[in-house]
């Protein structure tokens, strides 16, 4: 293992634990991750909670800006609503200042 390869740990370790703060943030105890591609070599970006897909910038987003629990719900909704649809849609941190004033 190289030198480096720690320090990829640790950004590994912590979206980990960024992941988790936001499950407890927004879901409270109520919660199960599941890492859609785990693996030691790889980052990971992209995961379960409970039934619902998320990627770490969405995770990032809601907790920098402390977006309520309500917008990121809403905004789940949309974006699956809208991919669905096949239509383009705004990343969380532009849908929830374009409604921020609503």
């Not at 703060?21 to 909670?49: G, M, S």
């Not at 039934?51 to 770490?56: F, G, K, P, V």
């Not at 905004?75 to 849908?95: G, I, Q, T």
Request: proline share 2%.
């Amino acid at each position: 293992m190289k030198d480096y390869c720690m320090e990829c740990l640790q950004v590994n370790n912590a979206i980990t634990w960024m992941a988790d703060k936001f499950a407890k943030t927004y879901y409270w105890e109520d919660f199960q991750i599941q890492w859609t591609d785990w693996e030691d070599d790889c980052l990971h970006y992209n995961l379960q909670i409970n039934d619902e897909y998320r990627n770490i910038d969405e995770i990032y987003t809601a907790l920098w800006y402390d977006i309520p629990k309500k917008i990121v719900f809403k905004y789940y909704d949309e974006r699956l609503d809208k991919a669905l649809k096949h239509e383009v849609m705004p990343n969380l941190k532009n849908f929830y200042f374009m409604g921020k004033d609503e």
